[in-house]
């Protein structure tokens, strides 16, 4: 079945500094990406949308400066947390959609972030 | 209108029960409904998934019921069993690239199965 892998699982970093999140899609071709962030005991919450090789599709109050996103190739797409700070301490999700013949979303494992 | 209103926010039912999770969405043009488990620490697992031309899907001890016309859609847990206690979230999209495929969640249902 189709695989998402998400790395790190968990990472800690200083205020200030910046975070890079990978989501590679192991077994087939993700033309399109989706960023999510969780807070405790809520929702799942769209970030952003990429599709390869095109500018990343941001929602309603997520700072694009912030959240960096890349999705250079069909298998890897990266957010990269800029200028860290405590309040963006969150768990954050990926998903990826490949071709037409899998319109699925599979989903990564998730990566905890803790700002100190 | 993008909005998934998921209810109850918790659930406890006991061993071989039968909990009920409700949602409702207010965009005719979602096309596709997946329900979602979720454990601590791990990202969303899906479930089962129904598109909009059939009311009702089986798979294994999970149902999910779909009512067009009402635009709700229901998970049902057959014989549930502990190892069933997890965070439950309905979603919905349009799948047409177009329009961009985004998947959209219900709120979330924490269900707790008592031994």
């Known amino acids: 079945g189709a695989v998402v892998s998400q790395h790190p699982s968990w990472v800690i970093c200083k205020s200030g500094t910046s975070v890079k999140i990978e989501c590679r899609s192991l077994?087939?071709?993700?033309?399109?990406m989706f960023w999510y962030r969780q807070f405790p005991k809520q929702s799942l919450m769209l970030m952003a949308t990429?599709?390869?090789?095109?500018?990343?599709?941001?929602e309603q109050g997520v700072e694009k400066d912030k959240f960096l996103i890349n999705h250079a190739s069909l298998t890897l797409s990266t957010l990269t947390v800029t200028s860290a700070h405590p309040e963006d301490s969150s768990f954050y999700i990926c998903?990826?959609?490949?071709?037409?013949?899998?319109?699925?979303?599979?989903f990564g494992s998730g990566t905890r972030l803790t700002v100190v | 209108q993008q909005q998934v209103k998921q209810s109850p926010q918790s659930l406890i039912v006991q061993k071989g029960g039968i909990p009920i999770i409700n949602c409702a969405y207010e965009?005719?043009?979602?096309?596709?409904f997946p329900w979602y488990q979720q454990f601590p620490g791990k990202g969303p697992a899906l479930l089962i998934a129904?598109?909009?031309?059939?009311s009702e899907k089986k798979e294994g001890r999970f149902t999910i019921s779909f009512n067009k016309s009402a635009k709700q859609f229901s998970l049902h847990i057959m014989d549930s069993q502990p190892g069933d206690s997890a965070t439950y979230f309905c979603a919905a999209s349009i799948l047409s690239y177009n329009q961009g495929g985004k998947l959209i969640f219900g709120q979330g249902t924490e269900l707790s199965v008592k031994p």
């Open positions: 129904i598109r909009p031309d059939v």
């Open positions: 998903s990826a959609r490949g071709g037409q013949a899998n319109y699925g979303y599979t």
């Open positions: 990429s599709n390869e090789g095109s500018k990343a599709t941001y």
């Open positions: 077994d087939f071709q993700a033309t399109t």
């Open positions: 965009n005719t043009a979602f096309d596709y």
